[in-house]
């Protein structure tokens, strides 16, 4: 899983039908640090997260899926929790 | 899944017999600003997208599930046509 912030939600009218119903967020992942990791990536929303939420993400098919409750579906992002906070022991980077 | 802009289609006469029929799509990944970024993917569609538009894609074993009970060869697969991206004020 990474961590990753919603920058922004996206509007498609045609898609595929398992991804009716659920939000298209643009997410950021971030660094530790929070500074930005790599590129934007597009997941289906599980938790009502919303633009300017830190969020967790599954990045792998199965748990997408699954998590979204549309099995065998071309989904493998899905949002599954948002950050409420972050513990890290000292001297951990990003 | 991934942002990318359609910027063409391959041909292919021989091939497996599962893409018949298939639309096979280049996709340059760009950033939400439509920048492009990295490298150039081919994808299969399944919602009816072509040249131009921006899309989103689907990677690895589930870029196959649209089609089933379909076993579609493939790993990369435009599922969803963007109309709108509503971008965070920043």
Redesign the interface.
Known sequence: MIIARVIGQIVATRKHPSHEGRKVLLLQPLALDGANRGEPVVALDWVDAGVGDRVLVVTEGWSAMTTVERPNSPIDMAVIAVVDSVDLAEGSGS | ???ARVVGRVWATAKDPSLESRKLLVLQ?I??DGRE??RTVVAVD????GAGEVV?W?????????F?PGEVTTDA?V??????????QS
């Open positions: 899944m991934f942002l990944p950033t939400p970024r990295g399944a919602v009816g997208a989103y689907c990677r690895g074993r589930e870029s196959s599930f649209p089933l697969t599922v969803g046509i963007v109309d709108q991206i509503s971008l965070a």
